[in-house]
């Protein structure tokens, strides 16, 4: 049916609309203002920080425990992933169905998960059953049944999610590109053997959750809308767990040298890019002007890089690039799916885009519109919830910075100079010490690749 017709257009649209006005500056972003916290550790080592933080009756409850994948041996490798599957299987009192009813009971739910470093516990929780959810906490902590009935059942959960994650080619350019960061050390054992992992007894989850599972390990963050008695309740349910033995530090030294490694996926229609570096850890005084540099150059929607190969060439759909941490260490990371035939040609596009940013500062107009980006986004991500407020907390705490550099943090992106940014990126990544590893059809790309193959 055809649309009903319009008005009649005037020959010279231009000449009967008003002039156009240049927009007002936009204001400066505001700053980060960190809630005042309420820190205390009690006679057993496990610190305690509390934030009360908006108006919302909700409080989250997190305690972070040192017993991440950093802890696993090399023949254990997942074992803190299982040990806390097992975590949520119920306690000695407490089934894991009365445990997630009682959560979802004070409006939520009790979560465990393992990470590189860290297993995280808690949830989010109607504030007036902020004590009662504290105490279910600690029960689930301190006293879990890890059921030996439930073992195979979760072994089978977690080998069916290590053959998913193996037959994606982005997992296996990452488990290839940290395992070259990080030869030798936990930080690089990204998958376990299958066999090992079926082989994992209840008694060895047993003895990895009495040696990491302890309240000298242990820091339990709640945020939120808090009740005045909330110091007694964490008292009275977590001041009889053990203090057990200080977390132990595990040293790495990530390989900073020049590699091209393909990974062949016969008949794949795209390669996999992963290219990257370590660089200063977020206790350096660059740290904030890498992440500056590392939003203009690939980490952003407008990024050069981005730019480039998705929007000028469409050799990619959705590039990124990151800068990953761990304690007291850092790594840049570029990564992008494109078609098989212009992985080559995608290579040289990102490192003309380094090379360009290496040579020459960017304009002050680029870096503004990445700055107002960072900052909005920064506040953006710390004021939905205090969830986030709790995870910036335990990122300062654990990375040893000083609290102030959450208040400070807007005003220090706000600070970063062009020169700067051309600085960070000529002294940090560098691509004649990069780690680049490609997973695609090796027939289709090992020619593309070849100058690649050795340092430039």
Same mark, same amino acid.
């Given at each position: 049916?055809?649309?009903?017709?319009?008005?009649?257009?005037? +020959?010279?649209?231009?000449?009967?609309?008003?002039?156009?006005?240049?927009?007002?500056p936009?204001?400066a972003?505001?700053?980060?203002?960190?809630?005042?916290?309420?820190?205390?550790v009690l006679?057993?080592?496990?610190?305690?920080?509390?934030?009360?933080y908006?108006?919302v009756?909700?409080?989250a409850?997190?305690?972070?425990?040192?017993?991440?994948?950093?802890?696993?041996?090399?023949?254990?490798v997942?074992?803190?992933k299982l040990?806390?599957?097992?975590?949520?299987?119920?306690?000695?009192?407490?089934?894991?169905?009365?445990?997630?009813?009682?959560?979802?009971?004070?409006?939520?739910?009790?979560?465990?998960?393992?990470?590189? /470093?860290?297993?995280?516990?808690?949830?989010?929780?109607?504030?007036?059953?902020? +004590?009662?959810?504290?105490?279910l906490?600690?029960?689930?902590?301190?006293?879990?049944a890890?059921?030996?009935?439930?073992?195979?059942?979760?072994?089978?959960?977690?080998?069916?999610?290590?053959?998913?994650?193996?037959?994606?080619? *982005?997992?296996?350019?990452r /488990?290839?590109?940290?395992?070259?960061?990080f030869?030798d050390?936990?930080?690089?054992?990204?998958?376990? %053997?299958?066999?090992?992992?079926?082989?994992?007894?209840?008694?060895?989850?047993?003895?990895?959750?009495?040696?990491?599972?302890?309240?000298?390990r242990?820091?339990?963050y709640?945020?939120?809308?808090?009740d005045?008695d909330?110091?007694?309740?964490?008292?009275?349910?977590?001041?009889?767990?053990?203090?057990?033995? /200080?977390?132990?530090?595990?040293p790495?030294?990530?390989?900073?040298?020049?590699?091209?490694?393909?990974?062949?996926?016969?008949?794949?229609?795209?390669?996999?890019l992963?290219?990257g570096?370590?660089?200063?850890?977020?206790?350096s005084?660059?740290?904030?002007?890498?992440?500056?540099?590392?939003?203009?150059?690939?980490?952003s929607?407008?990024? =050069?890089?981005?730019?480039?190969? =998705? /929007?000028?060439?469409?050799y990619?759909?959705?590039?990124? #690039?990151?800068?990953?941490?761990? %304690? %007291?260490?850092?790594?840049w990371?570029?990564? &992008?799916?494109?078609?098989?035939s212009?992985?080559?040609?995608?290579?040289?596009?990102?490192?003309?885009?380094?090379?360009?940013?290496?040579?020459?500062?960017?304009s002050?107009?680029?870096v503004?519109?990445?700055?107002?980006?960072?900052?909005?986004?920064?506040?953006?991500?710390?004021?939905?919830?205090? !969830?986030?407020?709790?995870?910036?907390?335990?990122?300062?705490? #654990?990375? *040893?910075?000083? %609290?102030?550099?959450?208040?400070?943090?807007?005003?220090?992106i706000?600070?970063?100079?062009?020169?700067?940014?051309?600085?960070? &990126?000529? !002294?940090y990544?560098?691509?004649?010490?990069?780690?680049?590893?490609?997973?695609?059809?090796?027939?289709?790309?090992?020619?593309q690749?070849?100058?690649?193959?050795?340092?430039?």
């Open positions: 049916m055809t649309p009903p017709s319009g008005p009649a257009i005037p +020959a010279d649209p231009a000449a009967f609309a008003a002039p156009k006005e240049t927009p007002p936009g204001t972003p505001k700053p980060f203002r960190l809630p005042p916290t309420d820190d205390f006679p057993n080592g496990m610190k305690v920080t509390l934030v009360s908006g108006s009756p909700k409080v409850v997190r305690a972070y425990v040192n017993a991440g994948g950093v802890y696993e041996s090399a023949s254990q997942w074992i803190s040990n806390a599957l097992l975590i949520k299987e119920g306690t000695a009192m407490l089934s894991s169905e009365q445990v997630a009813s009682r959560a979802a009971g004070m409006g939520g739910q009790l979560d465990v998960g393992a990470g590189a /470093e860290f297993a995280a516990a808690g949830g989010v929780v109607l504030s007036e059953f902020g +004590a009662r959810f504290v105490a906490l600690a029960e689930v902590l301190q006293r879990p890890l059921p030996a009935s439930e073992l195979a059942r979760l072994k089978a959960d977690l080998r069916r999610a290590l053959v998913v994650e193996k037959s994606r080619p *982005g997992a296996l350019a /488990e290839r590109f940290l395992k070259t960061l030869p050390h936990p930080y690089g054992r990204s998958y376990p %053997r299958e066999s090992a992992l079926e082989g994992y007894t209840v008694e060895e989850v047993q003895r990895f959750f009495d040696d990491n599972f302890t309240a000298s242990t820091h339990l709640i945020a939120g809308k808090l005045p909330l110091k007694k309740s964490i008292t009275a349910a977590f001041g009889g767990w053990k203090r057990g033995n /200080e977390r132990a530090d595990v790495a030294a990530p390989v900073k040298s020049r590699s091209l490694q393909v990974i062949d996926r016969p008949g794949a229609e795209q390669s996999t992963y290219l570096l370590p660089v200063a850890d977020p206790t005084p660059d740290y904030v002007a890498l992440g500056v540099m590392d939003a203009l150059l690939g980490g929607f407008a990024s =050069r890089i981005t730019s480039n190969i =998705r /929007e000028q060439k469409g990619t759909y959705s590039p990124f #690039s990151q800068i990953g941490t761990r %304690r %007291r260490l850092a790594y990371l570029q990564g &992008a799916d494109v078609t098989t212009v992985t080559g040609p995608a290579l040289h596009e990102i490192f003309h885009e380094i090379d360009c940013l290496r040579k020459e500062a960017p002050a107009r680029e503004k519109g990445i700055q107002d980006y960072l900052a909005g986004l920064f506040i953006l991500r710390n004021t939905v919830s205090p !969830d986030a407020v709790i995870g910036q907390l335990h990122f300062v705490d #654990s990375q *040893g910075l000083d %609290r102030s550099f959450l208040s400070s943090y807007v005003h220090k706000m600070a970063v100079t062009p020169h700067e940014i051309q600085r960070a &990126a000529e !002294d990544i560098v691509p004649s010490k990069m780690t680049i590893v490609v997973v695609g059809d090796k027939a289709k790309i090992s020619e690749l070849k100058p690649y193959e050795t340092a430039e």
